[in-house]
């Protein structure tokens, strides 16, 4: 259980604070040429990234 909770914890900041980090890992490698990320991408990636760090807390506290 712990062991998930650091994961999602480590999921949820890398989303929450560098979203393009995470777009040139997942695309970065097939996009042609010097492409940058959609500002949408931008957002749902940062908003998936609380909703993981919510559910982090929420193991934390009450558990699963």
Known sequence: MFLFFLILIAIGAV????????????????A??????????????????MMALVGATLILTNGL
């Open 15 to 30: 989303n929450v604070l560098t979203p393009q980090f995470v777009w040139r890992i997942r695309y970065g490698r097939t």
């Open 32 to 49: 042609e040429g010097n492409s940058e990320p959609n500002p949408s991408f931008l957002t749902l990636s940062r908003l998936a990234g």
